[in-house]
């Protein structure tokens, strides 16, 4: 490898730690510069997923990208160049190690905190962890408890829990796990609540009635009628018979102090506006009804505080252990496998139990 670093095609320079880019090379110069790095030997997988991620930047070539990439490097498959350029993205050139693998990287690749990274990938070094130790002890540190099951039968193992926020099935998609049916998931929630609690549910327009009566029937105080409304995800949708839903609620029940910030703002109000996750946004779709990053965050963040238990029991790909702040413990339960690794993968953490 070192016999190949510098200059190799006009404005891209191989480093030990990737690729340096001159950001006035052209759609022409990038490819070119990803054949001639093709045909290099033994090039580190930084290096390629910074030229994949450099390509972005010609926006009138979106349409066929990642063809083109597959193309250049026909001999790796497609989620192999997909996860170089993640990784290359989720791990800046300045954080990277030359003494520690590409394999470590993609580890830390998934924390969304540039210290945090950078301690792991030293603690690594000065140790002389194996990737499969760096694995365990980042998992071993985090605030976040992931386990694989169905919350009916996982909920009676666990403890009380001062905030849920949950999205559960409400019948939107085909999928054989999305059934609607709210009754017995409340009542097997209900005595997880710590005594003083805050609990935001997700729910579709069409049960928003049903759902808050079920509430009042059990001895859930609602305290706000929070509507998130998701404007992009109906641009252009027609209807003959009825206007076009654009929102979707989210009940709020408790019998606990909002931890709202000092400074007033609009976050306050009880309508909510936020865009769904798309593929081409920084907040990834990753799960059908995933619902913003944003969003989640603002419901984790004004619904608890420092040293709280959060429960989020249907969490689908993580997003509410994504934003939970590291002061606070989340335990996050799926029942569908290929969710629970796409969890592990977005936050950097191994399930408790299978």
């Known amino acids: 490898m070192a016999k190949q ?3 190799f095609a006009d404005g891209f320079e191989i480093t030990n730690t990737g690729l340096d880019i001159d950001q006035e090379s052209d759609w ?3 490819r070119d ?7 290099l030997q033994e090039v580190m997988p930084f290096a ?9 930047r010609f926006k009138q070539y979106e349409h066929g990208f990642w063809d083109i990439v597959q193309e250049t490097y026909p001999n790796l498959a497609l989620k192999t160049l997909q996860n170089y350029e993640q990784v290359a993205i989720g791990v800046k050139s300045s954080l990277r190690r030359e003494d520690l693998s ?3 990287h993609s580890i830390v690749a998934a924390i969304d905190n540039e210290s945090k990274q950078q301690s792991w990938l030293e603690q690594a070094v000065d140790n002389k962890w194996a990737v499969a130790t760096l ?16 919350m009916m039968e996982v909920l009676p193992t666990l403890g009380k829990f001062d905030l849920i926020v949950t999205d559960p099935p409400y019948g939107v998609t085909s999928n054989d796990w999305d059934k609607y049916d709210p009754e017995p998931w409340i009542k097997a929630i209900i005595p997880h609540l710590a005594e003083s609690y805050n609990l935001f549910w997700f729910c579709s327009p069409h049960y928003a009635a049903s759902l808050e009566m079920l509430f009042i029937e059990n001895g859930l105080p609602i305290q706000s009628r929070i509507i998130w409304h998701r404007r992009n995800m109906s641009m252009g949708s027609k209807s003959t018979k009825k206007f076009v839903d654009s929102w979707e ?3 709020h029940a408790g019998n606990r102090d909002l931890n709202f910030p000092e400074e007033w703002s609009d976050a306050w109000f009880d309508v909510q506006t936020f865009a769904v996750p798309q593929t081409n946004f920084t907040d990834k779709k990753l799960h059908p009804t995933q619902k913003p990053e944003a969003l989640i965050r603002r419901l984790v963040e004004f619904g608890s505080f420092p040293d709280d238990n959060i429960l989020d029991p249907f969490s689908g790909s993580g997003t509410a252990g994504l934003v939970t702040p590291d002061d606070r413990n989340i335990t996050l339960i799926e029942q569908e496998e290929g969710y629970v690794g796409i969890t592990e993968s977005r936050l950097g953490i191994k399930r408790l139990v299978e």
Do not use: F
Not at 33 to 39: C, F, M
Not at 48 to 56: E, F, K, L, M, Q
């Open 48 to 56: 390629i997923g910074d030229w994949i991620a450099d390509g972005h």
């Open 5 to 7: 670093m510098g200059l």
């Open 102 to 104: 590409w394999s470590h």
């Open 249 to 251: 609620m989210i009940l």
């Open 28 to 30: 022409e110069g990038w």
């Open 135 to 150: 694995r365990q002890k980042i998992s071993e540190s985090t605030h976040i408890t992931l386990i694989k099951g169905d």
């Open 33 to 39: 510069a990803g054949q001639s790095l093709n045909a």
